[in-house]
C-alpha cells in the first residue's frame, strides 16, 4: 500500500501570498495518478487538479500541481480568501487507493 | 448534471452491520472507464478511502478493512451499495461516496455527494 505523507501539517500565510503545499509517496505513484482536493468546514472534498498537473473542470489558473514519481507539489500562486481550507492528495494508480493526512492552509 | 446522494441509518450499534447506498444520477454505471468510491472522514479527521467498484464489477478494498467491506452495483437502479460488518464506534465518520471519472477526470473522484454522518453508539 502506498503512503502518502503531506507537509506542513498547517500553512500559516496572508491573502495574496503564495503556497507551496507537499505531498510525498513511500513508492513511485503509477502514471502519475496523483490527485489534490480541497475541503471547506461542512463540505464535501471538491477536485482541483488530477493527473498530477491537469486543473479540473472551473478550477482557476492559480492552482497548479506538479511532481512525478514519489515527490509532488500543489501551488496556490496568490491566495484569495476562499482559498483557507483543508488540502489532501490522493493516489488512484494502484489498489488500495490512499490520501495524504491533509495540509490546513490558514489565515496569519 | 452530476449528482450523488448517500443514504443509510444515522446510528447503529456495535456489532451491526452498517449499510449504505450511494444513487446516481447524471451518469451510467454501465459507462466504460466510471466508477464510484466509499470514503469516510471522522469527526475532525483525515479522508480514508474504503473501497471502489467500476463499471466492469472490478472492485478494490482498503487493506485495513478489506475483511468487513462489500461493494456491490444495481446498474438498473444507478446504486451502488457498500456493506461495513462488525461497527464499532470508531467507525463513527462521514461517509462519502464519489464518481471515478475515467475519461474528463483521468481517474479522480471528478463528483462527490454531501456525504452522511453515522455514528456507531450503544
Known amino acids: 500500500e502506498i503512503v502518502l505523507t503531506q507537509s506542513p501539517g498547517t500553512l500559516s500565510l496572508s491573502p495574496g501570498e503564495r503556497a507551496t503545499l507537499s505531498c510525498r509517496a513511500s513508492q513511485s505513484v503509477s502514471s502519475s495518478y496523483l490527485a489534490w482536493y480541497q475541503q471547506k468546514p461542512g463540505q464535501a472534498p471538491r477536485l482541483l487538479i488530477y493527473g498530477a498537473s491537469s486543473r479540473a473542470t472551473g478550477i482557476p489558473d492559480r492552482f497548479s500541481g506538479s511532481g512525478s514519481g514519489t515527490d509532488f507539489t500543489l501551488t496556490i500562486s496568490r491566495l484569495e480568501p476562499e482559498d483557507f481550507a483543508v488540502y489532501y492528495c490522493?493516489?488512484?494508480?494502484?489498489?488500495?487507493?490512499?490520501f495524504g493526512q491533509g495540509t490546513k492552509v490558514e489565515i496569519k | 448534471q452530476v449528482t450523488l446522494k448517500e443514504s443509510g441509518p444515522v446510528l447503529v450499534k456495535p456489532t451491526e452491520t452498517l449499510t449504505l447506498t450511494c444513487t446516481v444520477s447524471?451518469?451510467?454505471?454501465?459507462?466504460?472507464?466510471?466508477?464510484v468510491s466509499w470514503i469516510r472522514q471522522p469527526p475532525g479527521k483525515a479522508l480514508e478511502w474504503l473501497a471502489h467498484i467500476f463499471s466492469n464489477d472490478e472492485k478494490s478494498y482498503s487493506t485495513s478493512l478489506k475483511s468487513r467491506l462489500t461493494i456491490s452495483k444495481d446498474t438498473s437502479k444507478s446504486q451502488v451499495v457498500l456493506t461495513m460488518t462488525n461497527m464499532d464506534p470508531v467507525d463513527t465518520a462521514t461517509y462519502y461516496c464519489?464518481?471515478?471519472?475515467?475519461?474528463?477526470?483521468?481517474?479522480?473522484?471528478?463528483?462527490w455527494g454531501q456525504g452522511t454522518l453515522v455514528t456507531v453508539s450503544s
Open positions: 447524471g451518469f451510467s454505471l454501465s459507462n466504460a472507464r466510471m466508477g
Open positions: 490522493q493516489q488512484y494508480g494502484s489498489s488500495p487507493e490512499t
Open positions: 464519489a464518481r471515478i471519472d475515467g475519461i474528463g477526470g483521468g481517474g479522480a473522484l471528478t463528483g
